[in-house]
C-alpha cells in the first residue's frame, strides 16, 4: 500500500509541475501557455486569473467560475465575485451575500458567524465581530473567539497580532509565539524576527529582544537568513542575525544579497558588493536589482532594463520594462527579473518570456501576461 501510495504522490506531483502554466491574453482574450509557448488552454476567457490550489477564477458573460488546468469548467458560472481558492475554500459573492464554498462549488460554513467573510490562508481564517478579529479553522470550529484589533496574513505560519495598541505574533491555532509588546514586529523568516520596542529597533533571538544600537530601522530576513540590512544616521549597510554590523552603514540604498552580490546605492548611482563590503561591479547604474538564481540581474542606464552576469557584463541589452503593472514579478519575495529560466519582460507595449539568451520564448508577445505557476 505505502508503495501505491507513492506512486500516486509521485503522479501527482509530475502531473502539477507538468502543468505549470502561465496566464496570457492574446487580442482581448485570456487564456494559459506552457513553459515551451504553446497555448496549453486557448484564450477564451474575457477575464481569467492565475491558479490557486489548480483552479482558476474565469468570467463567461457576467458571472464568475472556477476553471481546471485543462481549462474545463469544474465550477460553473454563477457568482458575482470570486476569490481564489485556499485550504480547499473559496469566498464567493451571489446575490449581495459573501460565503464560502468548496471545491464541487458547494457553500460550507454556513453557521460561522461574523461580520465579514475573510479568505483562508494556512488553512485558518479570520472572523469580525464589531472591531474585533478571531479566527476559525477549515471546519468551522472557532479557534480563538474576536480579540485581537488586527489580524495581519499569515506568514510561514505566523501572522502578526495587535492586542492593546501592540504587535505580536501568533501561530495558526491563535496562540502567541511572541507576545504583544512590540510597537512594530515582522514576521518570521528564516527563524528571524526584527522589531521595535519604545521607539528602540532590535531582533527577537531566543525569545528575547536584542537592542542593535542606534539604528534607524531594520529589514526583515525575507531573503537571507544571515545577513539583512539596517539604517543608521541615514545610511544604509548589513548586519547579521544577531544583530553585529558586518558592512558598515555608508549607502543610500541596498538590495539583498543573492549568489554572493547585493545592489548598493550611493549618489545616484547603482553597483554591486560581495560579502566582504567590496564593490565587485562598479556603481555606476541607473537603477539595479538583486541577481536571481541563474547568475543574471536587471539594471538599466537609461528607462529600459538588460540584464548583467556576476562579472557585470551586459549579456541582455537594455531594452526592456519589468517593472510597470501590477504582475506577480515584483510582489515580494519574487525575483525581479529571471526564474528558472525565463524573465518576464515588456517591449513595444507587449510581453513576453525570454530565456538566458535573450531569446523570446515561442517567438510570441502578448497583452498581457503573468509569471508561471
Not at 462549488?105 to 478579529?133: C, S, W
Not at 547603482?270 to 560579502?275: L, P, T
Not at 567590496?278 to 539594471?299: H, T
Not at 524573465?343 to 501576461?369: C, P, Q, S, Y
Request: aromatic share 14%.
Amino acid at each position: 500500500m505505502k508503495k501505491i501510495a507513492f506512486i500516486i504522490a509521485l503522479f501527482y506531483t509530475v502531473t502539477s509541475v507538468a502543468q505549470e502554466l502561465a496566464l496570457a491574453n492574446e487580442s482581448g482574450k485570456y487564456g494559459y501557455i506552457n513553459k515551451k509557448g504553446e497555448w496549453y488552454i486557448k484564450p477564451q476567457f474575457k477575464v481569467a486569473k492565475n491558479f490557486a490550489e489548480d483552479f482558476a477564477i474565469a468570467i463567461e458573460g457576467k458571472k464568475v467560475g472556477y476553471i481546471n488546468r485543462q481549462g474545463n469548467w469544474v465550477i460553473k458560472p454563477q457568482f458575482d465575485k470570486a476569490k481564489d481558492f485556499n485550504s480547499g475554500i473559496a469566498v464567493v459573492l451571489k446575490e449581495k451575500r459573501w460565503f464560502y464554498i468548496n471545491t464541487n462549488g458547494e457553500e460550507v460554513l454556513k453557521d460561522v458567524k461574523t461580520d465579514k467573510v475573510y479568505d483562508f490562508n494556512h488553512r485558518v481564517a479570520f472572523i469580525k465581530t464589531q472591531d474585533k478579529i478571531g479566527l476559525i479553522d477549515v471546519e468551522g470550529n472557532v479557534l480563538v473567539a474576536p480579540k485581537f484589533q488586527k489580524v495581519l496574513k499569515f506568514v510561514n505560519g505566523y501572522a502578526k497580532a495587535m492586542e492593546n495598541d501592540k504587535w505580536g505574533l501568533i501561530d495558526t491555532k491563535g496562540n502567541y509565539y511572541v507576545q504583544p509588546e512590540y510597537n512594530s514586529i515582522s514576521n518570521v523568516y528564516h527563524d528571524n524576527i526584527v522589531a521595535k520596542k519604545d521607539e528602540v529597533s532590535g531582533m527577537i533571538i531566543e525569545g528575547k529582544f536584542v537592542e542593535v544600537n542606534n539604528v534607524e530601522k531594520i529589514w526583515d530576513f525575507s531573503y537571507n537568513k544571515d545577513l539583512t540590512y539596517a539604517k543608521k544616521e541615514g545610511k544604509v549597510g548589513f548586519v547579521n542575525a544577531s544583530g553585529k554590523w558586518v558592512i558598515d552603514p555608508t549607502y543610500d540604498k541596498v538590495r539583498a544579497f543573492r549568489n554572493g552580490l547585493a545592489p548598493v546605492c550611493k549618489n545616484k548611482k547603482w553597483g554591486y558588493i560581495n560579502k566582504e563590503g567590496e564593490v565587485v561591479i562598479p556603481l555606476q547604474y541607473r537603477d539595479a536589482e538583486v541577481f536571481s538564481n541563474d547568475g543574471l540581474a536587471p539594471v538599466k542606464t537609461d528607462k529600459l532594463w538588460g540584464f548583467i552576469n556576476k562579472e557585470g557584463i551586459l549579456v541582455i541589452e537594455m531594452k526592456y520594462d519589468i517593472t510597470t503593472g501590477g504582475f506577480g514579478i515584483f510582489k515580494k519575495n519574487n525575483d525581479k527579473g529571471f526564474k528558472n529560466g525565463l524573465a518576464r519582460v515588456k517591449h513595444k507595449k507587449k510581453w513576453g518570456f525570454i530565456n538566458t539568451k535573450g531569446e523570446l520564448l515561442a517567438d510570441m508577445w502578448f497583452i498581457n501576461l503573468e509569471d508561471f505557476n
